[in-house]
């Protein structure tokens, strides 16, 4: 039997789960794709002792004693259990809720002007960087040209264009549910042209002609957020457009075999919702719990999950019969909001500590069971790329451990061959308060590889500055404007090299000047 590939082996499990196969059995498959496994409708064959009695004693879950349906759950319990699917639950409802609005546009276009929107299996692309008044997600960045679309891949596959990218560094984040990644399709993966068809945890069919690789979602509900690199120059942003124009997604039934073309910065501008300043609240605690149901049923249990699902359901069904059980898991929702989800938004609550008063990110969009980092990017930076396509260093204070404000003057110092060794390009991004753009007459919220007027330093060192007046002289084209509040710093470093990936690089110090 040949080796299961990574969507094979989520098949596999889903299928386990499914004929009453539980936790102990699914974890002894582990998650390389180097397990051989061999399912039949009854049962899995393990072939060594071990997991073989692991097996045994998952199949029993399903014999196990089941919590009990209609009693009177005492509002203690309810607001314990109700804390755990909140923090659970968060992404998964986020996410719902984005598909839920993203996907009313009626064709391809751009919301307000400034982000990419497409109906249900379909993905909008803009021409350019994000506009900084953009509020529907934060830390968005101006290093790439980004895409966006949702699917229900169970209902329609969907057919993902991949042009001749050439040398520029480009990747397709395909995220599940869970906001999880799935499949591998960018440079870093040595990703061919051709056409790639998107299918949900159920579809049966078979790869139709023309179609270069068919990659399996673990969930029905996806999105995709294409990201095309770009220079800042006027050159780099003309030669782009062919390629950008060619990244397109449809559903199956519109697949002929030939490269379809959309002229983006054409695209029809589509009336939204007005910004408040803020990310768009995109979980409400008050109806939290009446879509927890349909977050459950959206995504299959995790190896390990069988034993909470239960729970959360009793809680629903409990709740459904008792109007005061349902006002202390909307009193639940907004506490655990207040006290658990928004203190995420602190840069120091994620990821790891990486030296110098950085934080780095960790498990980004292969988040399994770590509800603490998944639920804390959802809050914080939803839609992470995988470690390897990119590492995130992100920090709200000083290198003395002071909070960074537009008050104060900053220097980053990169050395001499100490900036983020990368094989694709590395960047340092300024956000206000909400981890959004901070408007400025420069018009300048990012510096990095992309910018080719940056000024090094006599001994080939690089000085980046921050803060809210300008250093003046050649330094201002190292200068990231700030506002008169509080900041953050955040670096990106896409496709890394082993130093990003082994821990080994570590952020500058942000030194403050006076």
């Not at 071990?50 to 004693?65: D, H, P």
């Not at 984040?173 to 440079?187: E, M, S, V």
């Not at 120059?233 to 950008?244: F, H, I, M, S």
Request: one cysteine or more; aromatic letters at 12%; glycine letters at 10%.
């Amino acid at each position: 039997m040949k080796n299961p590939s990574e969507n094979q082996i989520g098949t596999t499990r889903r299928d386990a789960m499914k004929g009453g196969i539980g936790a102990a059995s699914l974890a002894a498959l582990g998650t390389s794709a180097a397990v051989p496994v061999a399912i039949t409708t009854a049962a899995m064959t393990i072939t060594t002792d071990t997991t073989t009695a692991q097996a045994e004693q998952a199949i029993a879950f399903g014999t196990l004693t089941q919590p009990a349906t209609g009693i009177k759950m005492h509002p203690d319990y309810a607001r314990t259990i109700a804390q755990m699917a909140y923090v659970w639950g968060w992404p998964i409802v986020n996410m719902m809720n984005r598909k839920a609005m993203f996907a009313q546009a009626p064709h391809p276009g751009h919301l307000n002007g400034v982000v990419p929107v497409a109906p249900t299996g379909q993905v909008g692309m803009l021409s350019d960087y994000v506009d900084p008044a953009e509020t529907f997600v934060t830390c968005p960045n101006q290093d790439v040209v980004y895409g966006l679309g949702f699917f229900s891949l169970d209902e329609e596959p969907v057919v993902a264009q991949v042009p001749d990218f050439g040398d520029r560094f480009w990747v397709y984040a395909l995220y599940d549910a869970r906001t999880d990644q799935f499949g591998q399709l960018g440079k870093p993966y040595n990703s061919k042209p051709g056409f790639y068809l998107l299918v949900g945890p159920n579809w049966k069919g078979l790869k139709p002609d023309g179609i270069t690789d068919v990659i399996r979602c673990p969930t029905s509900l996806a999105n995709a957020i294409p990201r095309i690199f770009q220079d800042d120059t006027p050159e780099d942003k003309k030669a782009v457009q062919p390629v950008l124009n060619q990244v397109v997604f449809y559903p199956l039934k519109d697949f002929t075999g030939t490269m379809k073309t959309i002229e983006w910065s054409k695209a029809p501008n589509i009336p939204g919702p007005k910004s408040t300043g803020e990310e768009t609240k995109w979980v409400v605690p008050d109806k939290f719990f009446e879509e927890l149901g349909q977050a459950l049923d959206t995504v299959d249990p995790l190896p390990g999950e069988e034993a909470m699902y239960q729970q959360f359901r009793l809680l629903l069904d409990v709740a459904a019969k008792d109007p005061e059980l349902r006002k202390v898991l909307i009193a639940t929702a907004i506490d655990t909001e207040e006290k658990i989800i928004h203190p995420f938004f602190q840069w120091k609550y994620n990821g790891r500590p990486a030296g110098n008063g950085w934080n780095r990110s960790t498990n980004n969009a292969q988040w399994g069971i770590d509800y603490y980092n998944r639920t804390g990017t959802a809050r914080s930076n939803m839609f992470d790329n995988r470690p390897n396509e990119t590492q995130y260093f992100y920090t709200d204070l000083d290198g003395a451990g002071g909070e960074l404000t537009g008050n104060g003057k900053y220097e980053i110092t990169f050395a001499k061959g100490e900036e983020p060794p990368v094989d694709g390009f590395w960047s340092l991004t300024l956000y206000n308060d909400k981890h959004l753009f901070y408007p400025n007459d420069l018009k300048r919220y990012s510096l990095g590889t992309k910018n080719k007027n940056l000024k090094r330093n006599a001994d080939g060192s690089l000085t980046l500055y921050a803060g809210a007046k300008s250093p003046g002289g050649d330094k201002e084209a190292n200068w990231l404007p700030a506002p008169g509040g509080n900041f953050s710093l955040y670096i990106r470093a896409y496709w890394g090299k082993e130093g990003i990936l082994d821990g080994s690089w570590k952020p500058p110090v942000i030194k403050k000047v006076s």
